[in-house]
């Protein structure tokens, strides 16, 4: 084989994964699943998963360009404790110094009960740091069992100066270090600190991890850098890793959206990643990810992390049964009880059956239920097995299951409660939809999702168990992923290089915009992207007084564009009619440029026994392979050349201003040009939209060509 691959690794608790990607069309070439090698060491299984798959496709070294790697190591490290013990060296003076002395003692964070993340503090008054004073911190953090160093000073990320000094002194002495001003350019010195405890408490553990696992790439003779998982769906070289480990917290939850994202072209909706045990929900909105400050042990902290909503409900839930009534699903699964599920079962192992009850841990409740069958096997009942008797589970799907012994099994405990066998798993279904629908309406209210437009997508090896029962519960559309069981490894394939900087500027100026810019571009080359892939956005919190700064890019020159055929006007034009939920007819095309296409729908109904006529208008932009990524009822459009911007595009902008004797309201916009769709809507003011406006489209020709789409 001489095609050009991307491969992802993903290590879980259970299973390694790895799948094999064609680097032209992005379509799955090979994938494989082993059991994960703790004994051994996870590197073990990552060579033999990696080396067996080349094999087995013909694959050469030079021929992998992309390599990358996710990892539950820092979930796992935190949710264990098992961390470094870290040593904060604080810094501040004049009337900050009091301040500045509590706020960088953190103290012990509880991760979980009775595991602890421990740190001892010393303080420096900073308007003399010197090399002695230094020693000596270090030193009485070293006597107090201090693993790693932290230093921490006020206002350090406009001048990081004295922390520079404190992580060269920790160096020379050969210990791990870390600086505030590193983990986070906010102001807040307290979570700033939080977090870069955290991200020191991580080090250790972390750097031994990188280092096997880029042996174990290197011993395949890969050249290609191996890339690790960030939290928020990017990746990054390993070298980062070493100094930025918590970027990696949370990670695994990121692959699997990133894989929905790119594989399945999402542009609005909610994505559940269903396991046997639990479920996690994520948010799609206009083709991005939700995005949110992750919490260490209840705090808060600097650490910008895909928003995820875990939940106990999923393929190998248990039902609970009390004084013959199903009173809940879950929390308990059939892996942790250690029971087979009735539904994956060979033909005819379940011709009859009796209903048990189980603790699945000590000190559980006897009520979840299993049956005994009858040669005397146990097996568990579960809501895949309610969901495969629904007939929700499609035949072909990787959650599909034995229908005759499923029912056999319902059959059982349907006798129990006195219903019948689909009743009994209507219940058990319903229950499962309830808790899922408070998280669902959550997260819709949370984030303003339009219910019209909604797209329920499940991944994982049980996606169908839920989202099909859901979507009818909600009458929202639905899909399961493809490749669902492997969908987190293909986001690890298919990650970009992702970098964020925020700083705490009021009223941000040309130059802050330009310089953030700069300094973003300059931290992702760092992280492995190539300078001429990279994609900058930027965003003004005027609530928050933050400005932020996103870049994406690829490690290689090609760009990725999935399945880029073009789509020709009228199957376009079928996609815009089933993303704004109207009939073919009532869609127009409007305009064009560069890979965007913007189609409208008109529509009218009548109210008051057809008195009155109402008339609505809605919009969408779509790309070139069939991607919708913006919809809006009530939205203003126009189309003009760069060179128009001062006589078209700023009179549309105040046409759509709502003014009042307080201020001025600018609405929310969006631009499409060539490759770019700009996000606006964080803009506060229209000096702020066009300062940001005159940046990103600098390099543009006079007569190249602008969509906006504006809407309140």
Known sequence: MNKKVRIGIDVGGTFTDAVIIDNADYKVLAKMKIPTTHEEGVAVGVVKIISTLMKENQIEPEDVMFIAHGTTQATNALLEGDVAQVGIIGMGTGVDARSAKSETNIGNIELAPGKYLNSSNAFIDSVSVNDEMIEAAICELLDKKAQVIVASEAYSVDDPENELKVMACAAKKGLYTTGGHEISQLYGLKMRTRTAVVNASLIPKMIETANMTEQAVLDTKIKSGLMIMRCDGGVMSINEVRKRPILTMLSGLAAGVAGALMYEKISDGIFFEVGGTSVDISVIKNGKVMIKYAQVGGHKTYLQSLDVRTLGVAGGSMIRIKDKKMIDIGPRSAHIAGKNYECFTPEDAITEASVQFVSPRADDPCEYATIVAQDGKEYSLTLAGAANLLGYVPKDDYAYGNI???????SA??????????DAAKQAMDIAIKKLAVVINDLINEYELDRKFITLVGGGGSGAVIVNALAGHFNFKWRIAQNAPYIS???????????????????????DIKKIRADIIERIVKSGANEETVDVSIE???QKNILRAVATGATELRKKDLNANQLGTEQLKSISA?????DKEQVQPICNTGRW?????????????????????SCCVIDREGVVRLKKEKAEYIKFKKSEQKQLFNTFLDDNTTYSDANATIPKVFLFYKEKMLDLTGMQTAEQLYSIMDVETEIMSADEEIIAVAYK
């Open 578 to 582: 089933e993303a704004l939920v109207v």
């Open 489 to 511: 490894t293909i986001g690890v394939a298919l990650a970009m290089v992702r970098e964020q900087l925020e700083r705490t500027i009021v009223n941000p100026t040309d130059e």
């Open 413 to 422: 405990l349907g006798d129990y409660l006195s219903i019948s066998a689909k």
């Open 540 to 542: 003004i919190d005027a």
């Open 597 to 617: 296409y913007l189609f409208e729908a008109k529509t009218s109904k009548r109210i008051l026994f057809g008195l009155v006529k109402l008339k609505g208008k």
């Open 404 to 410: 005759g012994c499923t029912k056999v099994a319902w």
